[in-house]
């Protein structure tokens, strides 16, 4: 991630003073995505520790492409903004971008599915899995970007949500070594209770993290 971070916008830079532009960028994109899936389950070997290939940059690059693919191809203008299309939240609707709301339904499903069947030694995941759990989270995320209100909108523009989406990097940065922590053996506690005690500490220290840093570092100006 932080290696994609450094060197994608660079990249970026390149191509497009190389005149890549549009479909040629979302072509070259998902190509290096499909490959990315390919080395993975080339790679892949049941029984054999799976470490390099699910934390491999090359192996796990396609879900980052996938969302270069998506912000290439969706965010051209006029691809499916019609005139005058409505706003989340505006309470219109354009109909150009109704379709979009069912997609993140199925992308919202289909994430679901895997976090309830998927483990990280499920051999599918490596065969494509992690392909398609990526597509299914480009979907939910053009749904929840749709311009047009649609009840997936009106259920993510929710106070809860809105405010876990706020601190969503937080979360994900600090649960990890919360869990690591917070052990049955370190807590004494197990199941749902331990479970209640991670989630309390990771959102604490999220909170903390998104007021204490990160607000800060973003409105920060050199001027």
């Known amino acids: 991630e932080e290696q994609f971070y450094v060197i994608w916008p660079l990249l970026l830079v390149l191509l497009l003073r190389f005149g890549w532009r549009g479909r040629r960028l979302a072509v070259l994109f ?12 080339a790679l892949y070997r049941p029984g054999i520790d799976p470490s390099r290939i699910y934390y491999g940059t090359d192996t796990r690059l396609q879900a ?3 969302g270069a693919v998506g912000a290439v191809v969706f965010t051209r203008r006029g691809w ?3 005139a005058g299309s409505g706003r989340a939240g505006s309470g219109r609707t354009d109909s ?15 994430i679901g599915i895997v976090y309830a069947v998927a483990h ?21 995320v053009l749904g ?31 649960h990890w070594p919360v869990y ?5 053996a370190q807590t004494g506690l197990t199941g749902w209770p331990l479970l209640a005690m991670r989630l309390a500490v990771t959102g ?15 409105r920060w100006s050199p001027t």
């Not at 990280?120 to 759990?133: H, V």
């Open 204 to 218: 604490l220290l999220a909170t903390l993290s998104y007021r204490v840093i990160e607000t800060p570092v973003r």
């Open 80 to 82: 499916w903004r019609g």
């Open 144 to 174: 929840a970007a749709s311009p047009s209100t649609s009840p997936l909108t009106r259920v993510l523009t929710t106070r809860p949500l809105v405010t876990v989406g706020l601190a969503s990097y937080g979360i994900y940065l600090w």
């Open 96 to 110: 150009g971008s109704a379709w979009l709301g069912p997609v993140g339904w199925l992308g919202l499903a289909g």
């Open 64 to 66: 980052l492409l996938v």
């Open 30 to 41: 998902g190509a290096l995505a499909v490959a990315s899936a390919g080395l993975m389950a």
């Open 120 to 140: 990280d030694s499920s051999a599918w995941m490596y065969r494509g899995g992690f392909l398609l759990t990526a597509l299914a989270s480009l979907a939910l």
């Open 180 to 184: 690591v922590v917070l052990t049955p």
